[in-house]
């Protein structure tokens, strides 16, 4: 029988439905925490979906934050995003969570997901709305240099460009989202960030003739569309300017994201009375 709040952490820890059922009924329960964690964070961490479900359809509180198993103040979406569990996630934003929810690092939802490499994730927050424009103040907590850092995220760092985010935070050493992508040998990452408006540096243009590329890197280089030719040569030649297209680009998803508040850009650009070629252009680049 569930009498106190250890008995109902241990049935959460057990998966025992029935217990936790009974135990609800006292909501005094629901509402206390063990060692300063909350029934529902227990159910996100122990992945126990059902729990999860039946303590949100009694009340409890989707934001409230409590301390994880290294006694870091969480929310429990942040647990969520932390493990990759897509449909806790997705159950805890259905019932209100704040998808622009951060850690005592300053960390984002969509930070936390970039780093346990789901995109999934990372949609599913997009799609609830989470703020682009406002999930990073520095390099430290940028989703879209941490991705672009770490070679084997560039699909989340295209995602996220995609979506209309953009962010040129240099860490200690000069390096930004660009300049990664770059040493990383990444061209077709580093072609859509100069094309989302990241200015390009003499840092920039070192690091591309510094690059040794691989042959298939080569071959990239070879096939690569004129204007992104063209594009890659501003990055090499200090007296290129920027295309009168690619500007326009620029200018219009800045006023879309704008006209978002800081989130998606992508229903506004669909909604845009022009042709589809162009809407792909403005999304994709």
Known sequence: MVRTVDDLHFAIRQGEIEQVKIAIETPSLLRSQRCLRTALSLAVQCGKEEVVKLLLQNGADVNQV???????????????????????????????????????????ALWIATRARCPELLRLLIDHRANLTACSTNWKNCPLYYASRHAPRRGLAELLIY?????????????????????????QLSIMIAQAGVPISKTHRQIFFASSF????????????RRDVDLLRSLFERQTLPSLRNMARQVVRTICLSFTAG???????????IPDSLKRFLLHG
């Open 66 to 108: 409590s301390y994880d198993e290294f006694r870091l103040p969480l929310a429990p979406l942040l647990v969520a995003c932390r493990l990759g569990k897509v449909p806790i996630a997705r159950l805890l934003l259905e019932n209100g969570a704040s998808p622009d929810s951060t850690d005592c690092f300053g960390h984002s």
């Open 163 to 187: 979506h209309g985010y953009m962010s040129n935070y240099e860490d200690e050493d000069g390096l930004d989202a660009l300049s990664w992508s770059l040493q990383n040998g990444q061209l």
């Open 214 to 225: 691989t042959a298939e890197q080569r071959i990239l280089l070879l096939s690569l569309e």
């Open 263 to 273: 989130t998606t850009i992508q229903p506004i650009v669909m909604k845009l009375p």
